[in-house]
Every structure is written in structure tokens, then in C-alpha cells.
């Protein structure tokens, strides 16, 4: 059985300019030990993968993510995104920037 997603636009905007590539959107996640003790976090941020995947699973929209966290865009949900892609597709994390304690 062939499934076929087709991209919702009220959900996923299309973009004005060329979107990130996988490698350029895994290099927005960064791993600090100092920080919820080394979980995946957006650009250094205190807000982790994690949160945004859970909201995205509890049905918040991306527009609602970013109206809700300011400082997010939208290519840091996408980060996340393909960060849970790379670690189901056992992908090379490479891009994923590790910051010392």
C-alpha cells in the first residue's frame, strides 16, 4: 500500500526562500551538558527537541509553536523534525554541535 503526504499548507507555510538543507537544520540543535543535562536543545536555548516534538504529537501547529516561543523560526521545528529523522534512520548526527560544560 503506497501512502502519499501531501504537504498541508495551513500547517506547514511554503517558503519565500529556499529551505534548509538536512545537515543545515541539524546544525540549529545543540547538545550542552549544562543544560537539561545534555538533552538535544534549539541553538543553545532552554527549549529541547523534546518539547517541541510533544507539542507537535499533542496537535499545536507550527504557527502555534512559534506564536508561543518568539525567539523559535521556523526552521528551528524543522531542525527538530529531521533530528528525530536522523535518530530513527540511525543517520549521522555529525551536525549536531556538542558544547562543553
Same mark, same amino acid.
Given at each position: 500500500?503506497?501512502?502519499?503526504?501531501?504537504? %498541508?499548507?495551513?500547517?506547514?507555510?511554503?517558503?519565500?526562500?529556499?529551505?534548509?538543507? =538536512?545537515?543545515?537544520?541539524?546544525?540549529?540543535?545543540?547538545?550542552?551538558?549544562?543544560?537539561? /543535562? /545534555?538533552?538535544?536543545?534549539?541553538?543553545?536555548?532552554?527549549?529541547?527537541?523534546?518539547?517541541?516534538?510533544?507539542?507537535?504529537?499533542?496537535?499545536?501547529?507550527?504557527? /502555534?509553536?512559534? *506564536? %508561543?516561543?518568539?525567539?523559535?523560526? *521556523?526552521? %528551528?521545528?524543522? *531542525?527538530?523534525?529531521?533530528? *528525530? =529523522?536522523?535518530?530513527?534512520? =540511525?543517520?549521522?548526527?555529525?551536525?549536531?554541535?556538542?558544547?562543553?560544560?
Amino acid at each position: 500500500m503506497l501512502i502519499r503526504l501531501q504537504r %498541508d499548507r495551513r500547517r506547514f507555510p511554503s517558503y519565500e526562500v529556499e529551505p534548509m538543507n =538536512h545537515q543545515d537544520l541539524l546544525g540549529r540543535i545543540t547538545v550542552n551538558p549544562d543544560i537539561f /543535562g /545534555g538533552k538535544p536543545i534549539i541553538r543553545g536555548m532552554r527549549i529541547s527537541v523534546e518539547l517541541i516534538l510533544s507539542l507537535l504529537v499533542q496537535g499545536e501547529t507550527p504557527e /502555534g509553536i512559534l *506564536a %508561543d516561543y518568539p525567539e523559535l523560526e *521556523a526552521d %528551528d521545528i524543522r *531542525a527538530c523534525l529531521a533530528y *528525530a =529523522h536522523a535518530v530513527i534512520a =540511525h543517520d549521522a548526527l555529525d551536525a549536531v554541535q556538542v558544547q562543553s560544560g
